[in-house]
């Protein structure tokens, strides 16, 4: 029995990890409308706590240095498979998408009691956290495409999710449209890539790693895991979509659009940075998209009021950094760029589900009308200004780690150090003001008295955000923790050698502390100088005209007349116009394949001769065509009609083919049948169309068949390759016990096609069902 | 068109047409014939039923709506499909019984799956043809 085998490997496996998301979706259709009940709710949270301590528990192996390896074959003549691997990287990714997980789904138990569409929400969320998984776990490059577009997809979804918004709409449309064209880039380099190197397999890649830099298409290679990795982590210019998907609830802003699914481009860059990197193009253009990204987003914050706004430019800025540092490429880079992941998801989550709470509970994110909460939502204050203070790098927290170590890969690099230090100081400044005007300004100063009535809300909103943020401070007291059990085992997977490195909160006195200090001391001053007004709002929306974005929204919009205009032109809804459009083409395509090479000779001496019946026969049928075409009824017409189909019946029979005959002959009858049903309530011919139109059709009606029978004339001029016919015909009776080859072919040699031919003769009637149903019963309203 | 003798010969045509469809069924797997045909041919029976009788009396006399009989074929030929992967072989692998059954005769997955055919066949023609009769 395959069966058991095959679920016993399943239950080995990581795939389960990744299908448990997708049967708790697929679960939650059935059993959606139990989890309305709050505590129903909580206990999805079982599924990623679940699913984060599966994954903890393989630390230990993986920081000694192994590597877990399972292969399910999936579609092995094409090289496709289930592959995983679990290494630091992905194990470093898991944690964090699962952790994450768990404080969102926690949190949004809490923020979205009682919507009515809560269980679809968890049943979008699992799906994306399955397909997240999937991705970060796949050695497969054609699995993780797959993965890869269901994280756009469920996405799309989610930023979609209040779908009576238009504007939530929109923005779900241009993520997908953006992050999609990602998505066939990503195919197109997994595609060249696996036949480049002869497998799909990352690992294999590696392997390869010499003959893939040496290759002439390396360069468009790169080009395509470029696009896919700036489309999904929101690069300059494809930025755009990630502020536009803010529309989505805060839990999905937290979770897809700042802590897991935008870093996904982070992972796959540095997945092939031991593949791909460590070239000049690769290098250079990574830095250079990092910095203007970092620097283009960390100016746009300072011009935005809405909370969540900021924090959209704020993550782009550090995915921008993300990009920047994997292109520095050193050993120091991709170490910090690994901490920054782990500290961005932390803080900027954190602060994400503050905003969320503030925007619960005030019913505004408008930074300008925000202030004194601490008053309020004491437990908030608190986490957001640990969080601001991460977020700023300021010791003892993880932040300040991650920022130094920032520092350390510019000035290590050998060639315009101090140029890509300013620009990681002014990025590192904006990003600091950032996080002090959402962590901290909405809750100093004085309680506007519209405010005084807010509660703090269920300990589910506010202690996940206060837990990461926690997390964050004894990390940074502590970055052994954070090394030994999840930068160190990642870094190993992507340098070679990465001993003799060690995360400190303490360095001494040196150049690297000036500059934190030259970071923290402007981030204040620019905090306390610079408020946020609607001024500078409108300023920076006067110039949205020259945006990547307006640029992109005006070539849509002339891509979507265009295409408008061509529907309109070729279906313009009459069915006479449809065929004739139809056959013409066809007339154009088949005239031209028959003339290009035309050598028709016949050789009439091999026909059989004319018999009376024939004859008889074909007089028939030209009878009926010509009285088809001039007769003024219509059922006369469809009649007539049926008589060429007989006479074709009769045709088939003489020539010995029953089968065809009896099946002609029944599918005809059905065929008048029908056209006299709807045409039988129909007027008579009130006018004729038009003489022009009719010899148009007619002159089309004649090429096409004058053309069909010059094919099936060189159809006789073929050599015919009966060695189908003799197989079929020798093996009917051997392997399929039938004497009646047609019958045997249709239940057996080609059941499969029978199977699908008759599942689509199902969906026609209940098409036709349906539609005629439908209007039956709108028509009954009336 | 309730003419006297076309109502009276319908009332004899309709079974003898079904016999006939089955008996073409059967014997698709030597002679011409099989679950299409056959089905074309039941379908065509029960049309013509409807024709002489009124599509009212025909609806009572098929007890269910032809459409139920699209899933059930569906489902017969399906399963006569993927049997054989329950013991081990290729999908659509034909099955045979190894002794012969009196009438029938051979008696194999094949007659099942075209059994199937034969009732998608009829389900589908019959409603294509009762809704647009019924919204004409």
Known sequence: MIIPIFVTTIFKSMLLSILAGLFVAVGLIFIGKFIKNKWAAVSLTALPLGLFIYFLNYIPQIASGEIIYQKISWIPSFGVDLSFQLDGLSLLFSLMITGVGTLVFAYTSAYLKGHEYLDRFYAYLSMFMAAMLGLVLSDNLISLFVFWELTSISSFYLIGFNNTSEASRKSALTALGITGIGGLFLLAGALLLGSITDSYSIAEMLQNKDFLLQHEFYILAVIFIFGAAFTKSAQFPFHFWLPGAMKAPTPVSTYLHSATMVKAGIYLLLRFSPILGSTEFWNTTLILVGAVTMLYSAFHLLFRTDLKGILAYSTIAALGILVFLIGLGTQEAIIAALVFIVVHALYKASLFLITGIIDHETGTRDITKLAGLRKVLMPVAIAGFIAALISGGVPPSIGFVGKDLIYEATLGMPTNAILLTVIAIVTNILLFYAGFVAGVKPFTGKLPETYEKVHLPSWLMWFPPLLMVSAGMVFGIFPQLLESAFVGPATSSLVNDSEGFHLKLWHGFNTILGLSAITLVVGLLLYFILKPTHRLENFINKLEVISPKSILFFLTNGFEDFSKGWTNFFQNGYLRHYIATIVGFLVVALAFIIFSNFDLSLDVSSFSELTTYEIAIAIMMIGAVIFTVFTNSRLAAVASMGVVGFAFCLLFLFYSAPDLAMTQFSVDTLTVILFVLVLYRLPKYLHLSKNVLRLEHGILSLAFGSLITILVLKVLQEDQNSEITNFYAENSYLLAKGKNVVNVILVDFRGVDTLVEISVLIVAALGVFSLLKLRLKTRDKK | ?136
Do not use: C, Q
């Open chain 2, 1 to 136: 068109m309730k003419t006297i003798i076309l109502r009276t010969a319908s009332d004899f045509l309709l079974p003898v047409l079904l016999l006939f469809s089955l008996f073409i069924l059967l014997r698709g797997h030597y002679l011409p014939g099989g679950g299409f045909i056959g089905g074309l041919v039941a379908a065509i029976a029960f049309v013509l039923d409807a024709f002489a009788n009124g599509l009212k009396n025909t609806k009572t006399l098929l007890k269910i709506h032809p459409g139920f009989l699209m899933p059930v074929g569906l489902s017969l030929a399906f399963v006569s499909a993927v049997t054989p992967l329950f013991f081990d072989l290729p999908l659509m692998t034909g099955l045979w019984a190894s002794e012969p059954i009196p009438v029938i005769g051979n008696l194999g997955s094949a007659l099942f799956f075209d059994t199937g055919v034969y009732l998608v066949v009829i389900g589908a023609s019959l409603t294509i043809i009762f809704t647009i009769s019924e919204a004409a």
